[in-house]
Every structure is written in structure tokens, then in C-alpha cells.
């Protein structure tokens, strides 16, 4: 599919989910990294409160602010290039690579918003890289709203309900997720060992360094930074 494709559904649905994107190679040796740092970091870094309220489960894993550089090459990439230049835009900028890591048994993440919708303009784009196979047996699959970025506020209510028109993810080994920041998402609990994605989380020129500091869940909207609920959802 050409890039223009891409763009125009990219603008439609909020999402878009390229299979075969990263050869076998190269996914074999970040999952390997990938295991081996949490093999000696399993714990969770978030506070229980957290935990609780948030209905999310993740080991969040920053490897190049510690230097590990080999989240590089696919940083690098000239068809990820491509394809952000189109969805972003001219002077857009890469923020960070993430990796978020999940447990047996653990819950996912709920429903949320990487950033609050107020600006429709000011968000950040989610791109994610999956060193192996997502299935339904090993749980964790992103489930999406099509088109709910362009739908404002994530609706308050049950933090694991369901959306009608929802659409589950299976991404395999070498898919390439984009998913706009106000995109409603949410991942299903884990049944298999672990399940871990790595995001090159990137935004638009002019938009704020700590666009994703607030997140928009369906029960509060959390501030990472001081690890408070900034607004409580349920009332
Ligand atoms: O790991 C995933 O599939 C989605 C994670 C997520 O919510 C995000 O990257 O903002
Ligand atoms: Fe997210």
C-alpha cells in the first residue's frame, strides 16, 4: 500500500496495523534484550494506588536514556520515516522509546487516552513494534475504537467494559502499530507468561515534551510525574 494509502486510513480510523514491517532478525535480538533486562527488573515501578485505580499493569523500560543502543535501528528506519512524515507532519520529532512490559496474570491496561483530547491539534503518535506474536491464547491484545480520536473525551465508566465497534489487535512478530494518542485503547489481560510491545512514541511540531504526562483513564485522569489523580472520573 502506497504511503498517501496509508495516511488516508491512518486519518480515518485513528490506527493503522502493518504486518511484516521488521524482519524475523531483528525482532529475534530485541526480544532477547528485551527479556534479558526484565529478567533481572521484574518489579513494577508504578505506586500501588496506581495499580488499583488504573486497572494497568505495566514495567515501563526507557533503554536509550540508559544508553542501550540497540533500539536504534528501527528509531532510524527510513520507511517508519516515511511514514511519520506523513501522519505528523514537517517538523515532527521523536520523543522517547518505550518499553512496556506485563506479567502472567496481570491485568493489562485499561481503557485510556495517552493524552487529554482537549486540543485536537496537541497529541502525541503511539509507534509500536512487536518482537513476537500476540494471540489469543497468550492474552494481552490491543483492542481499539476506529475513529475515536476524532471523538473527543474517552466516556467515564467501566475502566475493562466494552466499545461497540471495537476492533482487536493481534499483532505478530514484525508488525508496526501506529495509534494516535487519542485513540481510545486498552490491553487485554495477560494469560501467557509476559507480553511486552516497544513504542517509539513520536509528535507533531510544537507539541509539548510532556504531552503524555497526563493520561485519560475511565475512572480519573492520572499525572505521572507526581503520581497523582488530577480529576476524579467516577463522581
Ligand atoms: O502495548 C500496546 O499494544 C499498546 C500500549 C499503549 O497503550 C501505548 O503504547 O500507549
Ligand atoms: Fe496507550
Not at 491539534?121 to 509500536?128: A, E, I, V
Amino acid at each position: 500500500m502506497s504511503i498517501a494509502k496509508y495516511k488516508e486510513r491512518f486519518d480515518r480510523e485513528g490506527y493503522l496495523l502493518i504486518e511484516n514491517f521488521f524482519d524475523d532478525e531483528s525482532m529475534d535480538q530485541l526480544d532477547k534484550i528485551i527479556r534479558d533486562h526484565y529478567g533481572r527488573n521484574p518489579d513494577f515501578s508504578h505506586d500501588d494506588e496506581f495499580l488499583e485505580k488504573a486497572k494497568t499493569e505495566v514495567v515501563p523500560w526507557f533503554p536509550q536514556q540508559e544508553g542501550v543502543q540497540d533500539f536504534d535501528s528501527i528509531e532510524n528506519d527510513k520507511r517508519l520515516h516515511e511514514l511519520s512524515d506523513a501522519i505528523l507532519g514537517p517538523g515532527w520529532k521523536s520523543q522517547y522509546c518505550m518499553v512496556m512490559f506485563s506479567k502472567q496474570g496481570t491485568a493489562g491496561q485499561a481503557w485510556h487516552q495517552d493524552c487529554p483530547p482537549d486540543d485536537a491539534r496537541r497529541h502525541n503518535l503511539n509507534r509500536l513494534v512487536y518482537t513476537r506474536d500476540i494471540t489469543d491464547e497468550l492474552g494481552g491484545q490491543t483492542v481499539v475504537v476506529p475513529g475515536s480520536d476524532k471523538r473527543g473525551l474517552l466516556p467515564c465508566g467501566d475502566p475493562a467494559g466494552e466499545f461497540d465497534g471495537q476492533v482487536v489487535l493481534r499483532p505478530k512478530k514484525g508488525t508496526l502499530v501506529l495509534l494516535h494518542g487519542h485513540t481510545w485503547h486498552r490491553v487485554l489481560p495477560i494469560r501467557g507468561r509476559y507480553r511486552f510491545s516497544t513504542n517509539f512514541r513520536a509528535a507533531p511540531q510544537g507539541t509539548p515534551d510532556n504531552i503524555t504526562d497526563v493520561c485519560v483513564y475511565r475512572n480519573m485522569r492520572y499525572r505521572f510525574s507526581t503520581s497523582s489523580v488530577v480529576e476524579d472520573r467516577t463522581v
